[in-house]
Each structure stands twice: as structure tokens, then as C-alpha cells.
């Protein structure tokens, strides 16, 4: 499986983006996939994740309620739509896949379930 995601660029505070990762190989449909994010100077942290079902795993705390992750299995796509971006949302954004399937909703908050990863996107949110 490999991802590619895309869609990121420079906007304003307040503005928004909707970022897509593409991937090749059908399995990735039955995997979970996640979105997280790196910013300079920081560690990795864990934005979304969405199931192979279309159900929806989780937010970060930070992101809940102008952020939402979406996917279209027929496109093999994963979505992330930001609204309302604040600076402090300026990161790489990465795209993953992990296809361990767990009921615990707090099992794929953590990288290191995600067995495939995608280059990241930069998101730049300026003031």
C-alpha cells in the first residue's frame, strides 16, 4: 500500500483547506486511516481517525469541531477538511494506514499502529 497525500498550501486564519490521501492498493479499504500532523520543533500528534466502515474513530481535542475526516472507498480516497485554521495548525500533515483492526477507539491515536505512511503535506496557517 502506498499513500500520497495533498492538498495543503498557505491560507489565512480562518481559512480553510481540504487535504487528500490517495491510495494504491485496494486493501486500504478494510484499513483504518489516520491523519497526523508535525509541527517545527514538536513531536508528532494524532489529528483523526476514520474505519475501513466509514465510521469515524476520533478527534484530536484541539481540532474537534473544525476538522472532519471523510473517506470514499470507490476513490480509495481519505479526506481532512479544515475550517476555521489557526496558525497553531501549521504543520506537515501525513496520512496512514493500519490494518490491525481494534475496538479500542484510543488504539489508533498512536503512530506506531499505523504500518504504512504517506509523505506529508505542509500547512501553513498565518496570522
Known amino acids: 500500500v502506498q499513500l500520497q497525500a495533498s492538498g495543503g498550501g498557505l491560507v489565512q486564519a480562518g481559512g480553510s483547506l481540504r487535504l487528500s490521501c490517495a491510495a494504491s492498493?485496494?486493501?486500504?479499504?478494510?484499513?483504518?486511516a489516520g491523519w497526523f500532523r508535525q509541527a517545527p520543533g514538536k513531536e508528532r500528534e494524532f489529528v483523526a481517525a476514520?474505519?475501513?466502515?466509514?465510521?469515524?474513530?476520533g478527534y484530536a481535542d484541539s481540532v474537534k469541531g473544525r476538522f472532519t475526516i471523510s473517506r470514499d472507498n470507490a476513490k480509495n480516497t481519505v479526506y481532512l477538511q479544515m475550517n476555521n485554521l489557526k496558525p497553531e495548525d501549521t504543520a506537515v500533515y501525513s496520512c496512514?494506514?493500519?490494518?490491525?483492526?481494534?475496538?479500542?477507539?484510543?488504539?489508533?491515536?498512536?503512530?506506531?499502529?499505523?504500518?504504512?505512511w504517506g509523505q506529508g503535506t505542509l500547512v501553513t496557517v498565518s496570522s
Open positions: 476514520i474505519s475501513g466502515s466509514v465510521v469515524t474513530i
Open positions: 496512514a494506514g493500519a490494518a490491525y483492526v481494534s475496538s479500542s477507539p484510543t488504539y489508533y491515536r498512536e503512530g506506531q499502529r499505523y504500518t504504512y
Open positions: 492498493g485496494r486493501t486500504f479499504r478494510s484499513y483504518v
